[in-house]
């Protein structure tokens, strides 16, 4: 029984073998830092960080048909038409209404007599643009009613951008 005591005792004041050396020695410190300064180096950003370019505000602005007419789509313009005096901007319907699209006649256009009517003919379109506007005043009231949807369709769809007036007309009471 001594002898088992005896063994017992001499294990257990034996020096562990797998005693775990302590980490902390100074050239594992230095070997941290190291670790953390290149971590610090390679994930820091390059260049400052840069907002994308704020979108050109929408000013609500006015309209004659000459002025109108470039923003048709072409040379990166937008993609405005007008309806009963109100300008549209629709160029998310770039698609429809820019270069090559269906309805690329209406761009930059007072687009009402052709939405009324439902047609895509040269005649819809305001030949002078120095002349007076479309009045519109021949229309039946199945084309008025045309009219109106294309107009609450435009509504829920597109942001108003401004006013059509005629040339002379830019400053004058009536197109404010
Ligand atoms: C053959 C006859 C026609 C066909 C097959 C046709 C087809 C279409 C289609 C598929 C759309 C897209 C609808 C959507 O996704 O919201 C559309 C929209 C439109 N169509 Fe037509 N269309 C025709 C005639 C016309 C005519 C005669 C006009 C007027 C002159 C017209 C004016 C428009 C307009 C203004 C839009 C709305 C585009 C927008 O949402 O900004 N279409 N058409």
Redesign the pocket.
């Known amino acids: 029984m001594d002898y088992v005591e005896n063994r017992m005792n001499q294990e257990a004041s034996k020096p562990a073998a797998a005693e775990v050396q302590s980490v902390a020695t100074p050239v594992n410190a230095i070997l941290f830092a190291l670790a953390l300064l290149i971590a610090y180096y390679s994930l820091r950003p390059k260049s400052k960080p840069t907002l994308p370019p704020a979108p050109a505000p929408t000013v609500f602005q006015t309209f004659t048909p000459p002025t109108l007419l470039p923003y048709n789509g072409t040379n990166n313009m937008p993609v405005y038409l007008a309806v009963r005096g109100r300008v549209f901007d629709?160029t998310p319907?770039r698609n429809?209404y820019g270069p090559g699209g269906?309805?690329e006649n209406f761009a930059g256009r007072d687009a009402s007599r052709?939405?009324a009517f439902?047609?895509?003919d040269k005649e819809m379109l305001t030949e002078d643009l120095q002349g007076p506007l479309d009045k519109l005043e021949d229309l039946g009231p199945e084309e008025w009613e045309a009219l109106k949807g294309?107009e609450e369709?435009f509504e829920e769809?597109y942001l108003v951008v401004g006013k059509l007036v005629a040339v002379g007309e830019e400053g004058t009471k009536a197109s404010q």
């Open positions: 629709v319907g429809f269906p309805y052709g939405l439902g047609s895509f294309w369709r769809k």
